[in-house]
Structures are given as structure tokens and as C-alpha cells.
């Protein structure tokens, strides 16, 4: 299993706007093969600093979410909003 952390700045004051963008991707990745888990969480007290918690069965599974016309379509529609991402992978060990 491989777990991807993603840690996305929004412009300021535009959190819930990506909120909104968010809930319509997560369904549909969540259904996507080899996704485990895709889940955004909110920084308590700086309400623009998010992070996503995604798990994946393999590397292929992480290469198919990345070229979905879904997430893809996300990642335009969301581009005027983000100001800052660090995605990092971390494997499973024990």
C-alpha cells in the first residue's frame, strides 16, 4: 500500500469554495480501482490550509487516479484557487 499526503494552500477566504470543488471529485475517486482512501481535512485555525489523506493498493492504482478526466477536470476548475501543494508518498513498512 502507498499513501500520498498532499498539502494544499487556498488563496485566502477561498477555502470553501474548495470545499464545494472537493466534494464532487472525492465520490467518484473513492470508486476508482485501487483507491483505498481519499479524504480532505481542514487545518483547525488557518481555514486555507488543507490535507488530503489518499491511500493506494500499488503505483499503478496512484498513475490511473492522477490521469482521470475527473480529477484532471478538478485540478483546472481548482488551479485560480491553490497557491501552494506538497504531495510526498510514504509506503507501508510494518
Known amino acids: 500500500m502507498i499513501v500520498v499526503s498532499a498539502m494544499i494552500t487556498i488563496a485566502e477566504g477561498k477555502g470553501d469554495e474548495y470545499i464545494a470543488h472537493f466534494a464532487k471529485l472525492a465520490p ?34 496512484i498513475k490511473l487516479h492522477s490521469s482521470t ?17 506538497d504531495v510526498r508518498r510514504w509506503q507501508e513498512t510494518v
Not at 28 to 39: A, E, F, H, K, Q
Not at 41 to 53: E, T
Open 28 to 61: 467518484t475517486v473513492r470508486t476508482d480501482p485501487g483507491c483505498l482512501t481519499y479524504v480532505l481535512h481542514r487545518m483547525i485555525g488557518s481555514p486555507d490550509k488543507f490535507f488530503v489523506f489518499e491511500q493506494y493498493e500499488d503505483e499503478a492504482a
Open 69 to 85: 478526466p475527473h480529477f484532471l477536470a478538478h485540478r483546472q476548475a481548482t488551479a485560480h484557487l491553490v497557491t501552494g501543494r
